[in-house]
């Protein structure tokens, strides 16, 4: 997608990465530098900045660079652990809560000063606490109407647990954008023999949350659906959640064939491994985990033995949130990078065009299993 040579931008363009996004903000600034080369030659669109902490613990934000009259861009993660901060002493790694509070210092030390703030928080702050199933708090719901009261224009997440939680900021900009295509682009580079034909390859939802999410990829691949259902025991809540008794399995036959199971989000990984082994017991042939966002909250061993026993084959996540090193290492990992794509976002909207086109992936989608159809006619 090319941007005309001629067509005014909303604002001096200025993005603006929070602790921990160093890397997907750089290949964002390489991209975008790409796709206004001919027009722009800005050396660089990072507005570089730092929140820096007292010893207590407390924080604040200081920008370096004027973003008087700018487009701003915010490019945030609230789930990356492997950012820390000393406290009395002691290191502490940054916690959502840290993270969050952060984003809301660098808000306030615009001070209203630019044009437009959007704020790109891939994996929604809290996303998970989207509605209320008891006397319990709606964390999410006051993020976003707390965002949007300090200023910030637009919200764009990835993929969000339940995109309802929009409700909350009816008036104000909020875009859920899928990472459709770039999960079955990254399924067929590295899987080349794999069929995206229903006689050979399945869609699984691993619960009746995720069928809305698991639909798609099977309208789009022309595959069939199947759905786990997960028994879970009201009565007793651990970690925060009703823990699952059993999953019971609602579809066609998987025999032989390979399976892409489809969520938002790896958090400890149980419910997935557990529909893995399920799956190979009914005699699926190969097991694909995707996922836009790859917590891996109680470690990586479980994921590694369940590889060495065939149960799963491999696991997509993408770069949007961060990734333990170790995570990197392993054979049964893939990372689908969202980088350009953001990068894409980022420069339509500051020249004020409309996203539709990208928020809609099902021609890019139609186009690539053409081209991959035709890869396989001619080998």
Not at 11 to 30: A, F, H, P, V, Y
Not at 111 to 130: D, F, I, W
Not at 365 to 371: A, Q, V, W
């Amino acid at each position: 997608m090319e941007q005309s040579e001629t067509k005014p931008v909303f604002g001096q363009l200025s993005i603006i990465s929070m602790r921990g996004c160093e890397e997907i903000t750089n290949k964002i600034d390489w991209y975008l530098k790409q796709f206004r080369k001919d027009y722009d030659s800005c050396d660089s669109y990072i507005t570089h900045i730092k929140c820096p902490r007292f010893g207590s613990g407390e924080a604040k934000c200081v920008i370096n660079e004027t973003v008087r009259g700018h487009d701003v861009y915010i490019i945030c993660d609230m789930f990356n652990h492997g950012v820390t901060y000393t406290m009395y002493g002691e290191e502490n790694r940054m916690s959502p809560d840290d993270h969050y509070q952060d984003l809301k210092r660098i808000i306030a030390a615009i001070s209203g000063k630019a044009r437009r703030v959007t704020v790109v928080m891939p994996m929604l702050y809290e996303g998970r606490q989207h509605r209320r199933t008891a006397r319990e708090s709606l964390d999410c719901a006051m993020a976003l109407q707390e965002l949007v009261n300090m200023g910030v224009t637009n919200i764009i997440t990835f993929d969000a647990h339940d995109a309802r939680v929009q409700n909350a900021i009816p008036l104000s900009g909020f875009d859920d954008v899928q990472t459709t295509y770039q999960m079955i682009k990254a399924i067929s580079r590295t899987v080349p023999d794999i069929s995206f034909n229903k006689e050979d390859t399945i869609v699984i939802s691993p619960d009746e949350g995720g069928m809305k999410r698991a639909m798609y990829y099977s309208s789009v691949l022309g595959l069939d659906l199947g759905m786990y259902y997960k028994r879970r025991n009201y009565s007793v809540i651990i970690d925060g959640k009703n823990p699952i008794e059993a999953h019971e399995y609602l579809g066609r036959d998987v025999v032989g064939k390979d399976v892409m199971i489809i969520d938002d989000m790896i958090s400890s990984g149980e419910s997935v491994l557990d529909i893995g082994k399920r799956l190979k017991e009914q005699g699926a042939k190969r097991i694909f985990i995707c996922t836009a966002f790859g917590l891996f909250c109680n470690g990586l061993a479980k994921f590694d033995e369940a590889y060495k026993k065939g149960e799963i084959t491999k696991v997509y996540t993408t770069n949007l949130i961060y990734r333990q090193p170790a995570l990197l290492e392993r054979e049964w990992y893939c990372e689908v990078d969202m980088s350009k794509y953001i990068s894409l976002l980022i420069d339509t909207l500051n020249h004020d065009d409309t996203i539709s086109n990208l928020l809609v992936p099902a021609q890019r989608i139609k186009k690539l299993l053409d081209k991959i159809n035709a890869e396989k006619e001619n080998k």
